[in-house]
């Protein structure tokens, strides 16, 4: 069972807005803002699209953003394309021993 | 660009040691900007971190592995290597090793990964 919890799927139409939760605890999402979000296309690395909550790496489309409130952090991805199908995952610092923690991941389905 | 790239056997006898060395180009290990890391990822299943190393040598495990791991660094050859011991088939996954900046307060987060072998643990 993965320390963060995130839905199983979810599923949007081409051009619409969704959005994947990542609910943790105060040791981890809710104490720091040290959430990062990884895309994984089958077969793939995974790959930086958010850290620290809100910050885009270069290269990654202003359509994906992120977000906070409480102990559940948030990606949305603005006007779906069929090239965002895939595994999300998200990650938060944890101040438990274990330093790192990832959600179980998101699968995303472009209809 | 900075690329990592995992290497080692695919398959593995349990109770066995397993072992895998990743090879970074594009950059030097001993940039003491980065913590170099070994996650992985069971196959469909989520993704869970291991342990890190700087290039001084310093490490730092996860504790439900701990027991088991080693994580070294050879600067020389801008390699650090992963080896879990005491396999079993529970060990099977895509092992990644993984690039963390450490700059400032900026923290926590793989912004350069390796493509991934898959391991099995298997007889």
């Known amino acids: 069972q993965s320390a963060l919890t995130q839905p199983a799927s979810v599923s949007g139409s081409p051009g619409q807005s969704i959005t994947i939760s990542c609910t943790g605890t105060s040791s981890d999402v809710g104490g720091y803002n040290y959430v990062s979000w990884y895309q994984q296309h089958p077969g793939k690395a995974p790959k930086l699209m958010i850290y620290?909550?809100?910050n885009r790496p270069s290269g990654v489309s202003n359509r994906f953003s992120g977000s906070k409130s409480g102990n559940t952090a948030s990606l949305t991805i603005s006007g779906l394309q069929a090239e965002d199908e895939a595994d999300y995952y998200c990650s938060s610092y944890t101040s438990s021993s274990t330093y790192v923690v990832f959600g179980g991941g998101t699968k995303l389905t472009v209809l | 660009q900075v690329q990592l790239q995992e290497s080692g056997p695919g398959l593995v006898k349990p109770s066995q040691t397993l072992s895998l060395t990743c090879t970074v180009s594009?950059?030097?290990?001993?940039?003491?900007?980065?913590?170099w890391s070994w996650i992985r990822q069971p196959p469909g299943k989520g993704l869970e971190w291991i342990g890190y190393?700087?290039?001084?040598?310093?490490?730092y495990y996860n504790p439900s592995l701990k027991s088991r791991v080693t994580i070294s660094v050879d600067t020389s050859k801008n390699q650090f290597s992963l080896k879990l011991s005491s396999v079993t088939a529970a060990d099977t996954a895509v092992y990644y090793c993984?690039?963390?900046?450490?700059?400032?307060?900026?923290?926590?987060?793989?912004?350069?990964w390796g493509q991934g072998t898959l391991v099995t643990v298997s007889s």
């Open positions: 594009g950059g030097s290990i001993s940039s003491g900007d980065y913590y």
């Open positions: 190393i700087y290039y001084s040598g310093s490490t």
């Open positions: 993984a690039r963390e900046p450490i700059t400032g307060t900026t923290r926590y987060y793989f912004d350069y």
């Open positions: 620290e909550v809100s």
